[in-house]
């Protein structure tokens, strides 16, 4: 609402690979246990969590995207297509994230990520030049954080107001 961005890294401690690791916030799994790991950040994040995908765009990424979305849904949780469309390059498409941080708009609350998950969420941020992932070079967080840098950007906020047509001092008293 004060037009500033602040990402957090409070994950819940099985989010993330299987392999022992100190990173928490990032995994490659199966389609299963992926959507098993997104339910349970998002149920450790709260009922007012928004669970953003990418969809690709072949029938089978729109297929995907909505096997995954029905079990979050039945969870009661908001799942939401990541606005930008996939056919758009990772780079164009992190792009407002990265002016909103060399503008000053996104705040890193360090105290809420693990040492390791913090420094690997900033470095990968760092190095990501848009070329897909490697091996040895990743983009799963640039990836995450840009889809839902744009769906946060684009969804509207509609304060809440009261029409006071009963006041004897508003103009616009019926």
């Known amino acids: 609402r ?10 819940h401690p099985d989010n993330r690979d299987d392999e022992p690791s100190s990173e928490l916030g ?8 992926r959507d098993n790991l997104i339910l349970k950040q998002a149920e450790w994040d709260g009922d007012d969590v928004h669970v953003v995908f990418n969809v690709d765009p072949a029938a089978a990424g729109k297929f995907e995207f909505e096997e995954s979305a029905k079990k979050i849904i039945q ?38 990520f693990t ?4 420094e690997a969420f900033l470095k990968e941020n760092e190095m ?7 091996r040895k070079r990743h983009d799963d967080w640039p990836d ?3 889809s839902a840098f744009n769906y946060i950007c ?8 009261t029409v006071g047509f009963e006041t004897r001092d508003n103009p616009f008293k019926r």
């Open 128 to 134: 990501f030049d848009g070329l897909r992932s490697t």
């Open 154 to 161: 684009r969804t509207r906020v509609i304060p809440s107001f």
């Open 144 to 146: 995450a954080t840009a």
């Open 75 to 112: 969870e009661g949780f908001v799942v939401k297509a990541d606005p930008i469309r996939a056919t758009t390059g990772k780079l164009h498409k992190y792009m407002p994230f990265a002016a909103a941080c060399e503008s000053g708009l996104v705040y890193i609350v360090p105290s809420t």
């Open 26 to 33: 990032r995994f490659r799994k199966s389609c299963g246990k």
């Open 2 to 11: 004060d037009g500033f961005y602040y990402i957090i890294g409070n994950y």
């Open 115 to 118: 040492p390791d998950s913090l």
